[in-house]
């Protein structure tokens, strides 16, 4: 038999943290020379097709990563662990610190689940009181697989819980989230949050609890 387990699911840009953190990234490689300014106009570009519908999201983030391509492992470890040491960690709103710890604290598997890169993402679990982070694979040469949002979401958690042999307790689990992407696991758990809610996710979970970080 599975072990049966609660967890509480948070999702990370715009929910943990303000902004895109892929578009930090970017900036923080610009800076440290590892992504070159010729590329930018390109990144933007791409960016800027994706928000009018006119590039899918995975094909945007491709363009953005493709850099990883000139950089060995060693060189992309440090880039990217500097990043969240520099750049995700201290700017975390520490309401989002002080629930994960609480979940924690309480015996709650506590997981962070985004559609973000890994290739930075994973270097959050060792500082963070959590026992997964699941996000959008990325390989060593900036290639994109299956982008970890809407029901990919919720795709990823089970499939977490099967391979660690959980059972998870739906009802008795927290889920918290930002936008109408999230909505599959809000909808799954007992205790669904909506922090600084896109208007889209309020429609479609009418009644859901809500609360303000960061501001």
Known sequence: MPDS???AIFDFDNTMRRGDSITDLVRYAMQRGKLQPARLPGILWSTLLYLIGAKHEVEAKAQALAFMAS????????????FVQDQLLPHLYPEALRETQKHADTGRKVLIVSASPDCYMRYLQPALPVSAVLATPVNAQGAVGHN????????????WAQENGYHIDWPDSYGYGDSAADAPYLRQ??????????R?????MPGISQVTWGK
């Not at 060693?74 to 500097?82: C, I, Y």
């Not at 758990?189 to 896109?198: I, R």
């Not at 889209?200 to 479609?204: D, E, N, Q, R, Y």
């Open 189 to 198: 758990v007992g205790h669904p949050v909506a922090v600084n809610a896109h």
């Open 5 to 7: 387990i609660t967890v």
């Open 200 to 204: 889209k996710l309020l429609h479609m």
């Open 148 to 159: 970890c949002k809407g029901e990919e979401k919720l795709r990823r958690i089970n499939q």
């Open 71 to 82: 950089l060995n492992e060693a060189e992309q470890e440090a880039l990217f662990s500097g």
